[in-house]
């Protein structure tokens, strides 16, 4: 079944405790994105990739770091998060067709809670 | 980043009704994309549109990418229960792309 898996569903954590939030997909997309949704602001893009090794900052970067060394990974770190990460979060991939892109296809989420 | 207005912020209708809601932008896009989210899920796609006046149907869904690439809208016709929850629009510039802030729709039996 083509998926994006993102792990854990839940996480409680404490202020400066590093953390890593891992996002998998097994559709060979070269696209991949990490976005966070708070109530009344939607969905906003902290970071994407375009293929391994190239990652570009989204809206929102500001405490985040990803990485990209294989193509169906793109883990999401937090080095020293704050309770202002509390979030609801996704990880989102996606296909290229000649000069048109696939939709998205998203992760079920991660609920952080930093306290 | 880029605003995506989108309108109405919430919709009560009675089952079987239809619904229309719409997403503008000051920005023009190359894509638009529909999602639907439930509770406790990610955003699942409904539709996608690549060119502008582009008119796209899956099943009770149709939705249109508007000429001036600034705007798209969605309707569901004939509502069902399951219709219940929120929709997002989202627009595609370069590499990046940006989301509504959604539609909450309820559909009452």
């Known amino acids: 079944e083509a998926q994006v898996t993102q792990n854990p569903r839940y996480l409680i954590t404490v202020t400066g405790k590093k953390l890593t939030v891992t996002c998998s997909q097994n559709?060979?997309?070269?696209?991949m994105s990490w976005y966070r949704q708070d109530p009344g602001l939607g969905l906003r893009q902290i970071y994407y990739?375009?293929?391994?090794?190239?990652?570009d900052k989204g809206d929102v970067p500001e405490g985040y770091k990803v990485s990209r060394k294989e193509k169906r990974n793109f883990p999401l770190i937090l080095e020293s998060p704050s309770p202002n990460q509390t979030s609801l979060y996704f990880c989102?991939?996606?296909?290229?067709?000649?000069?048109?892109?696939?939709?998205?296809?998203f992760g079920s989420g991660t609920r952080l809670t930093v306290v | 980043g880029q605003q995506l207005n989108q309108s109405p912020q919430s919709m009560f209708i009675q089952e079987g009704e239809d619904v229309s809601m719409n997403c503008t932008s000051s920005?023009?896009?190359?894509?638009w994309l529909w999602y639907k989210q439930d509770p406790g899920e990610g955003p699942v796609l409904l539709i996608a549109?690549?060119?502008?006046?582009e008119l796209t149907s899956n099943g009770r869904l149709t939705a249109q990418f508007g000429i001036t690439r600034k705007d798209s809208f969605l309707n569901i016709s004939a509502s069902i229960p399951s219709d219940v929850g929120i929709y997002f629009c989202?627009?595609?510039?370069?590499?990046?792309?940006?989301f509504g802030t959604g539609t909450s729709l309820t559909v009452i039996p």
């Open positions: 989102a991939s996606g296909g290229r067709q000649g000069p048109s892109y696939y939709g998205y296809t």
């Open positions: 559709m060979n997309h070269e696209y």
């Open positions: 990739s375009m293929n391994v090794e190239v990652t």
């Open positions: 920005s023009i896009f190359n894509t």
């Open positions: 549109l690549y060119k502008a006046g």
């Open positions: 989202a627009g595609r510039t370069g590499n990046q792309f940006y």
